[in-house]
């Protein structure tokens, strides 16, 4: 121990409103949490589905001669960045619903808070943790997801080349069947539908996040949250209704119409995400104006949950 | 007594209101208390009196209803108080995925410290309180007595000048309780002060300058300790290898004496503690030896 | 602040926040539709159509997984020849996806060719309803494909099925439905098969043989590999053989444009029989047929105003 410190008068520390990197410590520690409850055990069933649905061919497949032969290579992306979003927004709202209220339950949060750690500090580190990891997971899910989906789409190419030529199609003709294929192969735009799901499961932990810190109840937690992804896919329609005629708003009541102010204010709009990540699976063209603005909305929701979250746990007794 | 108290407890008030209804709980009624830097207080009180209202009212844990508590100057609930704190729970309970080097580590970043520092820090800490052979074993491997201490080493990890104790000793042995005894006088002679809650009155006795006794979340007594405790209107005499001639004599002085009076008469008794050290401990490393350790 | 003003706070917090962000999530909203990124808004009567499983996907932002497993699902209707199933199952796919033209082909041909060929097979009921209920479902088919055209207004593939559908000889042809179809299919893509297609329909409408004429002539400029094909060389001399062609105008010899007599012959000799078949081609070879059967002297098996089709003729008399 040292000898000086504690007789000598200190400069007194002042603590900063937020400091990045007690926020990065904070966050380290959560992903040491997760990754030590073995979570990325459960990428092995999922690369070995991924391996799987490589093989797989539905009943209606057709072979080179079908009209539209990219159709299994979106099949393929379809069913693997499904399964990444399912993955990743309830990973997102299980382990952000248990992370706060565990520690509460076990007091290791007396001891941190004991520490200079403004709460803020502590509510970001947090959610910046669940997002890492998620960001892993996905990372390698995409990997296995791209190494798949390029034999795949090798496949597919020297299934159909010789086809078309045996047809008797001019090369030219040939390359832009070939080329409309190799779109639906691994593409950046396949990257913007992983990155399209990542911001979604990060909005998702947000929400879990700002649950978490006036719920006493994991279970209650998981289920709001679960409850709040699902009615956010479909927010979109109740607030077209609000700025035209169509959808659910034809005909319907004042009681529905409130309802449907009250969705459109109150819950996220994640269709946005899921339409952009279904996209990618069609390889639409997605420019980067359009995921700019999309980062732009996942930056927006995240600001406004996590202060939400600061207001409610700022003050919250232990 | 210097200007700037280690801690000043002004008037404190905490209520609480369980859920949406029910009748509001006064915990902590007008209590108040200062302590000097190096000085050790100890809270006592029965269960549910409002020793840990208390404490966590001064950590920050809780906001007052009225009143104030101040660290060093500083009011505690602004996070710069805690700079100068640290903390050890009651039942201390830390992330079961973390070695024991991990822990100490953790709440030393978490304190600023970085680098070189940090990690002699860390050995140091562990070193201190015996755990260095579990320093790479995983807290859920832990058992109580040695989470109680990796929960001292986190707490004085920052070298803070104000260390809080929440029931320090509890389900610690008689071996480690005296260690942790030993360790809170090497604190005092430091410097640094001490606010500890327990049970163990002995402990209290044998360690504290000042106490306070707080009992339905009133103050009721409090003050310096070799006051409260002192039967001023007595006197004690220990002889060692008397006959039974001198204590006849002294009877009779004391017979003869106006308004003396023998109260009692008997062999004086150790411990309990200290017989269970002598039977169970041949070989204890000095205080001058600790001291020595605790230098480096 | 106790729990019930935090909860009140945070509400109007979620309220504000709302506010500001809803004509911006509306506004990326319609611009991600505008660029076909976005799903369209469902119509009421689809959201009352949608079973569990479909509220399920639309909720859960699963939407095109589910129109996938959906499909497997209308496979098995398909097998079981359920068709009012596999139709309903359809509608509800392609509102799951609607930007995917597979499903809008798949489904189309489904009713088009699978149910149609059912219902007129159905020898148990009478000719009228037989021919009836094909008819529903063929214009079913059509109706799937126009949908989808709505959706994926630049894909020519959905042209080319409305017209394969109203164009097939084995089914109700419908050949200005075809063409239309055909014509549009050509105009959003390069694919030689499309014009081609485009130009045998026109020249099976009376009273626009010379437009498919300057077609053809402009088709084989552009892809002169049209030349190897026997059925554009026969529709493309038939239409040579127009008598209200101006006589001056120039057009090529049997050898020009077939290559040697023995593959005009084999060439007519197929568009003749096409012709017998109640398809409405252009032009009268017969003359030509007659005169390569005296010049080429051939065998009275290949001669087709004397024995029937011949399916097969040896490779041995075809080779030049």
């Not at chain 1, 690369?47 to 497949?61: K, R, S």
């Not at chain 1, 009541?253 to 069609?282: E, M, N």
């Not at chain 3, 026109?202 to 400029?221: D, T, V, W």
């Not at chain 3, 001056?248 to 049997?254: A, G, H």
């Given at each position: 121990?040292?000898?000086?410190?504690?007789?000598?008068?200190?400069?007194?520390?002042?603590?900063?409103?937020?400091?990045?990197?007690?926020?990065?410590?904070?966050?380290?520690?959560?992903?040491?949490?997760?990754?030590?409850?073995?979570?990325?055990?459960?990428?092995?069933?999922?690369?070995?589905?991924?391996?799987?649905?490589?093989?797989?061919?539905?009943?209606?497949?057709?072979?080179?001669?079908?009209?539209?032969?990219?159709?299994?290579?979106?099949?393929?992306?379809?069913?693997?960045?499904?399964?990444?979003?399912?993955?990743?927004?309830?990973?997102?709202?299980?382990?952000?619903?248990?992370?706060?209220?565990?520690?509460?339950?076990?007091?290791?949060?007396?001891?941190?808070?004991?520490?200079?750690?403004?709460?803020?500090?502590?509510?970001?580190?947090?959610?910046?943790?669940?997002?890492?990891?998620?960001?892993?997971?996905?990372?390698?899910?995409?990997?296995?997801?791209?190494?798949?989906?390029?034999?795949?789409?090798?496949?597919?190419?020297?299934?159909?080349?010789?086809?078309?030529?045996?047809?008797?199609?001019?090369?030219?003709?040939?390359?832009?069947?070939?080329?409309?294929?190799?779109?639906?192969?691994?593409?950046?735009?396949?990257?913007?539908?992983?990155?399209?799901?990542?911001?979604?499961?990060?909005?998702?932990?947000?929400?879990?996040?700002?649950?978490?810190?006036?719920?006493?109840?994991?279970?209650?937690?998981?289920?709001?949250?679960?409850?709040?992804?699902?009615?956010?896919?479909?927010?979109?329609?109740?607030?077209?209704?609000?700025?035209?005629?169509?959808?659910?708003?034809?005909?319907?009541?004042?009681?529905?119409?409130?309802?449907?102010?009250?969705?459109?204010?109150?819950?996220?709009?994640?269709?946005?995400?899921?339409?952009?990540?279904?996209?990618?699976?069609?390889?639409?063209?997605?420019?980067?104006?359009?995921?700019?603005?999309?980062?732009?909305?996942?930056?927006?929701?995240?600001?406004?949950?996590?202060?939400?979250?600061?207001?409610?746990?700022?003050?919250?007794?232990? | 007594?210097?200007?700037?108290?280690?801690?000043?407890?002004?008037?404190?008030?905490?209520?609480?209101?369980?859920?949406?209804?029910?009748?509001?709980?006064?915990?902590?009624?007008?209590?108040?208390?200062?302590?000097?830097?190096?000085?050790?207080?100890?809270?006592?009180?029965?269960?549910?009196?409002?020793?840990?209202?208390?404490?966590?009212?001064?950590?920050?844990?809780?906001?007052?209803?009225?009143?104030?508590?101040?660290?060093?100057?500083?009011?505690?609930?602004?996070?710069?108080?805690?700079?100068?704190?640290?903390?050890?729970?009651?039942?201390?309970?830390?992330?079961?995925?973390?070695?024991?080097?991990?822990?100490?580590?953790?709440?030393g970043k978490l304190c600023g410290m970085r680098g070189a520092k940090l990690k002699h820090r860390v050995d140091e800490m562990l070193d201190l309180v015996g755990l260095e052979n579990a320093?790479?074993?995983?807290?859920?491997?832990?058992?109580?007595?040695?989470?109680?201490?990796?929960?001292?080493?986190?707490?004085?990890?920052?070298?803070?000048?104000?260390?809080?104790?929440?029931?320090?000793?509890?389900?610690?042995?008689?071996?480690?309780?005296?260690?942790?005894?030993?360790?809170?006088?090497?604190?005092?002679?430091?410097?640094?002060?001490?606010?500890?809650?327990?049970?163990?009155?002995?402990?209290?006795?044998?360690?504290?300058?000042?106490?306070?006794?707080?009992?339905?979340?009133?103050?009721?007594?409090?003050?310096?300790?070799?006051?409260?405790?002192?039967?001023?209107?007595?006197?004690?005499?220990?002889?060692?290898?008397?006959?039974?001639?001198?204590?006849?004599?002294?009877?009779?002085?004391?017979?003869?004496?106006?308004?003396?009076?023998?109260?009692?008469?008997?062999?004086?008794?150790?411990?309990?503690?200290?017989?269970?050290?002598?039977?169970?401990?041949?070989?204890?490393?000095?205080?001058?030896?600790?001291?020595?350790?605790?230098?480096? | 602040?106790?729990?019930?003003?935090?909860?009140?706070?945070?509400?109007?917090?979620?309220?504000?926040?709302?506010?500001?962000?809803?004509?911006?999530?509306?506004?990326?909203?319609?611009?991600?539709?505008?660029?076909?990124?976005?799903?369209?808004?469902?119509?009421?009567?689809?959201?009352?159509?949608?079973?569990?499983?479909?509220?399920?996907?639309?909720?859960?932002?699963?939407?095109?997984?589910?129109?996938?497993?959906?499909?497997?699902?209308?496979?098995?209707?398909?097998?079981?020849?359920?068709?009012?199933?596999?139709?309903?199952?359809?509608?509800?796919?392609?509102?799951?996806?609607?930007?995917?033209?597979?499903?809008?082909?798949?489904?189309?041909?489904?009713?088009?060719?699978?149910?149609?060929?059912?219902?007129?097979?159905?020898?148990?009921?009478?000719?009228?309803?037989?021919?009836?209920?094909?008819?529903?479902?063929?214009?079913?088919?059509?109706?799937?494909?126009?949908?989808?055209?709505?959706?994926?207004?630049?894909?020519?593939?959905?042209?080319?099925?409305?017209?394969?559908?109203?164009?097939?000889?084995?089914?109700?042809?419908?050949?200005?439905?075809?063409?239309?179809?055909?014509?549009?299919?050509?105009?959003?893509?390069?694919?030689?098969?499309?014009?081609?297609?485009?130009?045998?329909?026109?020249?099976?409408?009376?009273?626009?043989?010379?437009?498919?004429?300057?077609?053809?002539?402009?088709?084989?400029?552009?892809?002169?590999?049209?030349?190897?094909?026997?059925?554009?060389?026969?529709?493309?001399?038939?239409?040579?053989?127009?008598?209200?062609?101006?006589?001056?105008?120039?057009?090529?010899?049997?050898?020009?444009?077939?290559?040697?007599?023995?593959?005009?012959?084999?060439?007519?000799?197929?568009?003749?029989?096409?012709?017998?078949?109640?398809?409405?081609?252009?032009?009268?070879?017969?003359?030509?047929?007659?005169?390569?059967?005296?010049?080429?002297?051939?065998?009275?098996?290949?001669?087709?105003?004397?024995?029937?089709?011949?399916?097969?003729?040896?490779?041995?008399?075809?080779?030049?």
């Open positions: 121990m040292s000898s000086s410190q504690s007789q000598s008068p200190r400069k007194r520390k002042r603590t900063s409103f937020i400091s990045p990197r007690r926020i990065l410590i904070i966050a380290q520690s959560t992903i040491t949490q997760l990754v030590r409850m073995k979570i990325f055990y459960f990428l092995a069933p999922i690369a070995a589905l991924f391996v799987g649905i490589q093989f797989f061919d539905a009943p209606w497949y057709s072979g080179p001669e079908a009209s539209q032969p990219q159709q299994e290579l979106q099949m393929h992306k379809n069913l693997c960045l499904g399964t990444m979003m399912l993955f990743s927004s309830l990973f997102a709202i299980v382990s952000t619903a248990l992370l706060i209220p565990r520690d509460i339950e076990d007091r290791t949060l007396y001891t941190i808070l004991c520490k200079p750690v403004p709460r803020l500090d502590y509510l970001i580190g947090k959610l910046l943790g669940v997002m890492t990891v998620i960001f892993i997971a996905l990372a390698v899910m995409d990997l296995i997801l791209v190494i798949t989906l390029h034999f795949r789409t090798e496949s597919v190419l020297a299934d159909v080349e010789p086809y078309l030529q045996n047809l008797g199609w001019t090369e030219p003709q040939i390359q832009q069947t070939l080329d409309r294929i190799r779109a639906h192969g691994p593409s950046l735009t396949l990257q913007y539908g992983v990155l399209a799901y990542f911001f979604k499961a990060s909005v998702v932990a947000a929400v879990a996040l700002l649950i978490s810190t006036f719920s006493s109840s994991t279970l209650f937690t998981i289920a709001s949250s679960v409850m709040i992804w699902i009615i956010g896919a479909v927010q979109n329609i109740a607030r077209q209704g609000l700025f035209d005629r169509g959808g659910l708003a034809e005909d319907t009541g004042p009681i529905a119409k409130v309802l449907a102010t009250l969705v459109s204010l109150l819950f996220p709009d994640f269709q946005i995400f899921d339409s952009i990540a279904d996209s990618a699976a069609r390889a639409a063209t997605i420019t980067p104006e359009q995921m700019l603005t999309l980062g732009g909305f996942t930056f927006l929701y995240l600001a406004i949950y996590t202060v939400l979250s600061w207001f409610v746990f700022s003050d919250k007794e232990f | 007594m210097s200007d700037i108290p280690a801690v000043e407890v002004s008037d404190l008030v905490k209520d609480f209101v369980p859920s949406f209804r029910g009748a509001k709980v006064r915990a902590v009624d007008h209590v108040s208390l200062r302590i000097e830097p190096g000085e050790v207080y100890g809270l006592i009180g029965p269960n549910g009196s409002g020793k840990s209202t208390t404490m966590k009212a001064l950590l920050g844990l809780v906001r007052p209803t009225s009143g104030k508590c101040a660290i060093f100057g500083q009011d505690s609930l602004r996070v710069d108080s805690r700079n100068d704190v640290g903390f050890l729970p009651e039942n201390p309970y830390f992330y079961k995925h973390l070695t024991g080097a991990e822990t100490v580590k953790f709440y320093r790479n074993r995983r807290l859920k491997g832990y058992s109580k007595g040695m989470l109680q201490r990796i929960g001292l080493a986190q707490a004085l990890v920052q070298d803070p000048r104000l260390v809080i104790l929440d029931e320090p000793t509890a389900g610690v042995d008689p071996t480690g309780s005296r260690d942790i005894r030993d360790l809170i006088l090497e604190l005092k002679s430091r410097g640094i002060t001490v606010f500890l809650c327990s049970h163990l009155l002995e402990q209290v006795q044998e360690v504290c300058d000042q106490i306070g006794i707080i009992n339905h979340g009133k103050m009721v007594r409090q003050g310096r300790l070799q006051d409260l405790i002192s039967l001023e209107d007595r006197t004690q005499l220990v002889i060692k290898n008397s006959t039974p001639e001198l204590l006849d004599q002294l009877r009779t002085i004391i017979d003869v004496t106006h308004g003396a009076e023998l109260i009692s008469e008997g062999n004086p008794r150790t411990t309990l503690e200290a017989l269970f050290l002598r039977e169970t401990q041949p070989v204890r490393s000095t205080t001058r030896t600790r001291r020595k350790r605790l230098k480096k | 602040m106790g729990p019930l003003p935090k909860i009140i706070v945070v509400f109007l917090g979620l309220t504000a926040a709302g506010l500001t962000k809803m004509s911006h999530e509306q506004k990326f909203t319609e611009e991600l539709r505008e660029a076909g990124l976005a799903p369209p808004v469902l119509k009421a009567e689809q959201w009352a159509q949608m079973s569990q499983n479909g509220l399920a996907g639309a909720f859960g932002g699963l939407r095109s997984v589910l129109a996938f497993f959906k499909s497997l699902e209308a496979h098995g209707y398909f097998e079981n020849q359920e068709w009012y199933r596999l139709k309903t199952s359809y509608k509800l796919i392609t509102s799951l996806d609607p930007y995917n033209p597979f499903y809008w082909e798949q489904g189309s041909g489904h009713l088009a060719y699978n149910a149609a060929s059912w219902a007129r097979s159905q020898r148990d009921q009478p000719e009228k309803k037989r021919l009836s209920i094909e008819r529903e479902y063929l214009e079913a088919g059509d109706e799937m494909l126009r949908e989808g055209i709505r959706y994926l207004p630049q894909d020519a593939g959905l042209w080319a099925e409305i017209g394969r559908i109203w164009s097939h000889p084995l089914k109700r042809p419908d050949i200005p439905r075809a063409a239309e179809a055909w014509k549009n299919a050509s105009e959003l893509s390069d694919n030689p098969v499309y014009h081609r297609n485009y130009f045998y329909a026109l020249a099976r409408i009376p009273g626009r043989e010379k437009e498919a004429l300057n077609l053809g002539i402009e088709l084989l400029e552009i892809y002169p590999r049209n030349l190897t094909i026997p059925n554009f060389r026969s529709v493309l001399w038939a239409l040579y053989q127009n008598p209200l062609l101006p006589l001056d105008m120039r057009k090529p010899t049997l050898k020009q444009l077939f290559g040697s007599k023995k593959r005009a012959y084999r060439d007519l000799y197929n568009y003749w029989f096409r012709i017998q078949d109640d398809q409405y081609y252009p032009g009268d070879v017969e003359a030509d047929l007659r005169q390569l059967i005296i010049d080429l002297k051939v065998p009275f098996a290949f001669n087709p105003f004397l024995s029937p089709r011949q399916r097969r003729i040896p490779a041995s008399w075809w080779k030049e």
